[in-house]
């Protein structure tokens, strides 16, 4: 069955680095969007990256030129590098999957009813 499962989170100061990672397994992966998103307490879950099976990536504003987002189909395995953070990157990161087969090309949404599979979570806290 589909798996994900995000690690690398932490705690870290405001302007630090963190990077995360999801294993994924149970699907072609290679073929597949893939994305991020964040839930802070009381919020609503919101989008933060996605990346395409050619590579083609999408951000959200509130974390561009900050954070990167890239794959390596060779190890089924997503990531987020996550440069000058903020306070308010605090949240719970999940790692998400659409496993519907796209085209090398493809740019990714960032909409979360579009992704099915999702994985548990990973916590970063930045602290002021």
């Known amino acids: 069955q589909v798996q994900l499962v995000e690690s690398g989170g932490g705690s870290v100061q405001a302007g630090g680095s963190l990077r995360l990672s999801c294993a994924a397994s149970?699907?072609?992966?290679?073929?597949?969007?893939m994305g991020w998103f964040r839930q802070a307490p009381e919020k609503e879950r919101e989008a933060v990256a996605s990346?395409?099976?050619?590579?083609?990536?999408n951000y959200a504003d509130s974390v561009r030129g900050r954070f990167t987002v890239s794959r390596d189909n060779f190890v089924n395995t997503l990531y987020l590098n996550m440069n000058s953070l903020r306070p308010e990157d605090t949240a719970m990161y999940y790692c998400a999957a659409d496993i519907v087969s796209r085209g090398y090309g493809y740019r990714c949404s960032l909409k979360s009813g579009d992704y099915s599979f999702w994985g548990q979570g990973t916590q970063v806290t930045v602290s002021s």
């Open positions: 149970g699907y072609t992966y290679s073929s597949a969007c």
């Open positions: 990346i395409g099976p050619g590579g083609s990536t």
